[in-house]
């Protein structure tokens, strides 16, 4: 339970932060797109026999952010076409590379769904080290992508690199989905990411109130999800999921 609730305050405090971007530029289908190419990615790395399957799944949700920015950027496909065809294709892979593999059930159940009460020290390591790499980093970006996500155009002509910093913004997507996603599983990862950035936008009156309200209610969301699923005896991340849906409404 200790575990459970450092690595769940750890993805709260990463997705809400980061999930004010992704719905201000309207981007809540990337939630999903990068949390199956992390499926695939586990599915790579249990059909490779590694003990821990981030290892294989991080490189691969990086190659899969690079793939979708460089056809929203360098084509005139939308952004949710080119998530649409990564996401596609990262699930095929990652049906694949289980299918060949005869002893997943279990891991792919675990991965599929989460078990943050499942979350070991190696996960917990991986989840605090991306955490202390995406909170510096997107403080430090803060102001320049609160720029380009409200006047992309503006922003260039000032001089902002709007291209790189759509190129990061994934990329760090990619890190922070990938980390997370033992916590609550590939199908309701883009629920962390979007559901409390969406609900502190019904009350914000700035990003940085919304960024604020974003973080405190994926905080809140994850505490009174553990306690009701510990109190109620039934799952964790769905229980947390659900929080951030009452608080929405």
């Known amino acids: 339970m200790r575990y459970a ?10 997705s809400g932060l980061l999930g004010v ?5 309207r981007m809540s289908f990337l939630g999903d797109g990068l949390a199956h190419s ?11 026999g590694l ?12 190659l899969v ?39 997943y059930t279990v891991d792919a159940w675990h991965w599929l769904f989460g078990s943050i009460l499942g979350v070991g020290v190696q996960e917990l390591l991986i ?3 991306a955490t202390l790499l995406s909170l510096p980093l997107v403080a430090l970006l803060w102001g320049a992508l609160a720029y380009a996500t409200f006047d992309p155009e503006l922003a260039a002509t000032d001089g ?28 309701l990862m883009a629920a962390y990411l979007v559901i409390p950035a969406a609900a502190a936008r019904l ?25 009701l699923s510990y109190l109620l005896d039934v799952p964790s991340g769905s229980t947390i999921v659900l929080v951030q849906a009452a608080l929405f409404v």
């Not at 971007?21 to 530029?25: D, K, L, S």
């Not at 992390?38 to 490779?48: I, K, M, P, R, S």
């Not at 902002?160 to 609550?184: P, T």
């Open 21 to 25: 971007f992704v719905v201000q530029r």
């Open 127 to 129: 989840i605090g080290g």
């Open 38 to 48: 992390a499926f695939g990615g586990v599915a790579l790395g249990l059909f490779l």
């Open 5 to 14: 609730i450092a690595a769940g305050l750890c993805v709260a405090l990463m």
């Open 160 to 187: 902002v690199r709007v291209e790189r910093l759509e190129v990061v913004l994934l990329a760090l997507a990619a890190v922070v989905i990938v980390a997370s996603v033992r916590v609550v599983g590939v199908i």
């Open 65 to 103: 952010a690079l793939g979708i920015a460089f056809v929203r950027l360098r084509t005139e496909l939308s952004s949710d076409t080119a998530i649409g065809i990564f996401f596609a294709v990262s699930v095929a892979l990652g049906v694949l590379f289980i299918s060949l593999r005869r002893d």
């Open 51 to 62: 003990s821990q399957p981030l290892w294989a799944a991080l490189p691969f949700a990086l």
């Open 203 to 227: 009350l914000a009156r700035s990003l940085l109130q919304m960024t604020l309200l974003s973080v405190g209610f994926g905080v809140f969301s994850t505490l009174a999800g553990l306690v």
